[in-house]
């Protein structure tokens, strides 16, 4: 099913959520600590370049207490909102993510989470991003009075079958998440944020 989209971005721009977003941050462990049952690590401002970021994890292993430390990983992370950070992520990877949260918000980290596994997808984002919502069926109904249906509809139906003319846009929004049109990801506050899953 194809479909043009509104053109707002729902309810909530995304400079708002940019504000409440803490800073994305990974906790990186020397392993040969670890493995001798020592903790050593330390934590990093995950939204640098990744050349920084391996920077300060090779002062971090020479500075080890355990002798010949060269092996890390990532063993905690925060900030980083519904995407999944891995021990053996690449600093690359982790380093995309952590910048597009801190550019976009914690929408970001959602698209992340949806399209895990392929990481050409991340560079989408602002292409896909379709806004902030109440609630799927907001959306549809928004998508409708932009596209001029409701209008439509209302000056074709008398006004004494108007309150039984409407157009089901529960039944919309789930048919166009079912055909791959739109992804839906719960939000932080208890709102959706919608992407275009034709992108």
Same mark, same amino acid.
């Given at each position: 099913? +194809?479909?043009? !989209?509104? /053109?707002?971005?729902?309810?909530?721009e995304? +400079?708002?959520?940019?504000? /409440?977003?803490?800073?994305?941050?990974?906790?990186?462990? +020397?392993?040969?600590?670890?493995? &001798?049952?020592?903790?050593?690590?330390?934590?990093?401002?995950?939204?640098?370049? @990744?050349?920084?970021?391996?920077?300060?994890?090779? &002062?971090?292993? &020479?500075? *080890?207490?355990?002798?010949?430390?060269?092996?890390?990983?990532?063993?905690?992370?925060?900030?980083? %909102?519904?995407?999944?950070?891995?021990?053996?992520? +690449?600093?690359?990877?982790?380093s995309r993510?952590?910048r597009?949260?801190?550019?976009h918000?914690?929408?970001? &980290?959602?698209?992340?989470?949806?399209?895990?596994?392929?990481?050409?997808?991340?560079?989408?984002?602002?292409?896909?991003?379709?806004?902030?919502?109440?609630?799927?069926?907001?959306?549809?109904? !928004?998508?409708i009075?932009?596209?001029?249906?409701?209008?439509?509809l209302?000056?074709?139906?008398?006004?004494?079958?108007? @309150?039984?003319?409407?157009i089901?846009?529960?039944?919309?929004?789930?048919?166009?998440?079912l055909?791959?049109?739109?992804?839906?990801?719960? *939000?932080?506050?208890? %709102?959706?944020?919608?992407?275009?899953?034709?992108?």
């Open positions: 099913m +194809s479909h043009e !989209q509104p /053109s707002t971005h729902g309810e909530h995304a +400079s708002s959520e940019r504000r /409440s977003t803490p800073s994305p941050r990974i906790y990186v462990a +020397s392993l040969a600590d670890y493995n &001798a049952g020592r903790l050593h690590g330390v934590w990093l401002d995950a939204d640098r370049d @990744p050349a920084e970021l391996q920077a300060d994890i090779r &002062a971090m292993l &020479a500075a *080890a207490p355990e002798p010949g430390a060269e092996e890390y990983a990532i063993h905690d992370y925060e900030g980083f %909102g519904e995407a999944r950070i891995d021990e053996h992520d +690449s600093l690359e990877l982790v993510i952590a597009g949260i801190a550019a918000g914690p929408a970001f &980290a959602a698209w992340a989470h949806i399209q895990v596994g392929d990481e050409t997808a991340l560079d989408r984002f602002e292409e896909a991003y379709l806004g902030h919502y109440e609630s799927e069926q907001a959306y549809a109904e !928004q998508l009075d932009d596209l001029g249906y409701q209008q439509l209302d000056n074709s139906v008398p006004d004494s079958l108007r @309150p039984y003319a409407r089901d846009t529960e039944a919309l929004a789930r048919d166009m998440q055909d791959g049109d739109l992804h839906f990801c719960p *939000a932080d506050d208890g %709102g959706i944020w919608i992407f275009d899953g034709r992108v």
